[in-house]
């Protein structure tokens, strides 16, 4: 379907619910359909660099490393509470890199279990983004 896929499919929806009843109801049910589309969109999920890259990165600018797939809402709620706060962290995507996938199930018992992050020379699945800050704070 494509990075920008589901968003777009949304977008579409939303334009079909308006163009046949634009009534409150089906105005409230594309405006929630629109702040899907970008949730789910690359624009709050960049491109990843990568499992090497991606490493590489979070050891230069000790940020803690993120793996994180498309659709995941766990994914999604810790990377919009670190969005809030203005926190920086390496968000790599396990489903377009076969290293990061297998990096992933070796810290989770052969489960491909995300968020999974790595900081500090630690590593918690499914995180609170409370944690997440206390690992960019004490950097």
């Known amino acids: ?21 634009p009534g409150v109801g089906s105005v409230v049910g594309a405006l929630v359909m ?19 890259a991606g490493r590489k990165r979070g050891r230069e600018e000790r940020l803690p490393v ?3 797939r498309p659709g995941c809402h766990h994914c999604l709620k810790l990377r919009l509470g670190l969005l809030l706060t203005g926190r920086r962290v390496v968000w790599v995507d396990i489903s377009s890199d076969p290293d990061a996938l297998a990096r992933v199930r070796s810290v989770n018992g052969g489960d491909a279990t995300v968020p999974t992050v790595f900081s500090r020379g630690t590593v918690r699945t499914a995180p609170t983004v409370r944690w997440v800050r206390e690992q960019l704070d004490a950097r």
Not at 34 to 52: K, N
């Open 1 to 21: 379907m494509g990075r920008w896929g589901g968003s777009a499919a949304l977008l579409v929806a939303a334009g079909v619910m308006l163009g046949s009843d």
């Open 34 to 52: 629109i702040v899907l589309a970008f949730l789910l969109s690359p624009l709050l999920f960049p491109s990843s660099p990568g499992d090497a």
């Open 66 to 68: 993120v793996y994180w």
